[in-house]
């Protein structure tokens, strides 16, 4: 079973279950009787990892309000040293 959503004018949207592939474009209001339109939107991601739900509704907030930054932020991670070898000769030699 599929989960469809349509919006009624008056009563707003609404979600109806029927098999994939049976949904009509246009469907009654099950509080006002009257005529909704479908309403395409994305699948249920709720079954997701955390981290991929937060990202997309990050990804989400930014399109209508991106952040706004003054400056460019600090530099983080790693400081740039010597890269250890796996060649033991090579791990004899002079470093910089």
């Known amino acids: 079973m599929a989960t469809y959503q349509y919006r009624c004018a008056r009563d707003g949207v609404f979600e109806v ?3 994939m592939g049976t949904a ?3 469907s009654s209001c099950p509080v006002c009787g009257g005529e909704a339109a479908r309403n395409y939107c994305a ?3 709720s079954l997701a990892r955390r981290e991929l739900i937060t990202a997309i509704d990050h ?3 930014t399109r209508d309000e991106p952040a706004v930054v003054s400056a460019v932020p600090p530099a983080r991670g790693r400081s740039r040293g010597p890269v250890p070898t796996a060649n033991p000769a090579l791990r004899r030699l002079p470093r910089p």
Request: charged share 35%; no cysteine; hydrophobic share 35%.
């Open 43 to 45: 699948p249920m991601l």
């Open 24 to 26: 009509a474009p246009r």
């Open 59 to 61: 990804t989400e907030k």
């Open 17 to 19: 279950r029927l098999p």
